[in-house]
């Protein structure tokens, strides 16, 4: 498996952004498709975004289209979720994960990814 580790998360007041990161190591990091994931408390966990190994590809959930942004420095291991015009209902613990998989696979379902970082929380103030 690979390991992650966010960092980037904090506190920002509504319209802010934030911009998080997660650094992989131990596999190759070109061989993994990168996605994002978050949980408010007392929710589930839900999809963000995805990035396919090639970042040829990119996914996003409906809440977060047009304000968020994936991408991957594939010379630094290194995946970013660029997050704009933030809300409060953005706030949550978001994590970065990784699957394995073809060229543009993006999956969005959390059974498709095998590693993950420990999170890091997003807390938005109205």
């Known amino acids: 498996q690979v390991q992650l580790v966010e960092s980037g998360g904090g506190l920002v007041q509504a319209g802010g952004s934030l911009r998080l990161s997660c650094a992989a190591s131990g596999r190759t990091f070109t061989n993994y498709a990168m996605g994002w994931f978050r949980q408010a408390p007392g929710k589930e966990r839900e999809f963000v975004a995805v990035i396919s190994r090639s970042a040829g590809t990119t996914n996003y959930a409906d809440s977060v289209k047009g304000r968020f942004s994936i991408s991957r420095d594939n010379a630094k291991n290194t995946v970013y979720l660029q997050m704009n015009s933030l809300k409060p209902e953005d706030t949550a613990v978001y994590y970065c994960?990784?699957?394995?998989?073809?060229?543009?696979?993006?999956?969005?379902?959390?059974?498709?990814?095998?590693?993950w970082g420990q999170g890091t929380q997003v807390t938005v103030s109205s």
């Open positions: 994960a990784a699957t394995p998989g073809t060229y543009l696979y993006t999956p969005r379902s959390q059974a498709a990814f095998g590693s």
